[in-house]
């Protein structure tokens, strides 16, 4: 049996923008998708922890070191700038394995989206 489990989460960052004519998508600092081990096109549900919005898009990598955190498209409907979002993907696995498996959580701090270390 395979199942679906959480694979990684960028637990609230803030919203740096929104761009409504912008082909649909979310834009994440290069390097929090590094750490998160979350790759472009990969798609992940967001959470609007000011509004309770969820949804899924697919990402687009942003400029390392930039913070950035862009909704695009419709999606950007979903949110307002400064709105505190949490980020996950997920990953279908045997039952057997995923008993086992850790996921990536990375909790940036949210006034500059930048990992603490």
């Given at each position: 049996?395979?199942?679906q489990v959480l694979?990684?989460?960028?637990?609230?960052v803030s919203v740096?923008?929104?761009n409504l004519n912008?082909?649909?998508?979310?834009?994440?600092?290069?390097?929090?998708?590094d750490a998160a081990q979350i790759i472009p096109n990969e798609k992940v549900a967001i959470v609007?922890?000011?509004n309770g919005a969820r949804f899924e898009t697919y990402v687009i990598p942003g400029e390392r070191a930039s913070g950035v955190i862009c909704l695009n498209g419709a999606a950007s409907r979903l949110v307002q700038t400064g709105d505190i979002v949490i980020v996950?993907?997920?990953?279908?696995?045997?039952?057997?394995?995923?008993?086992?498996?850790k996921p990536a959580l990375i909790f940036p701090d949210t006034a500059t989206n930048r990992i603490i270390s």
């Open positions: 049996m395979f199942i694979k990684s989460k960028i637990h609230r740096t923008e929104a912008y082909i649909g998508s979310i834009t994440i600092d290069q390097d929090l998708m609007n922890n000011n996950m993907s997920f990953a279908t696995m045997e039952l057997e394995e995923a008993k086992h498996f």
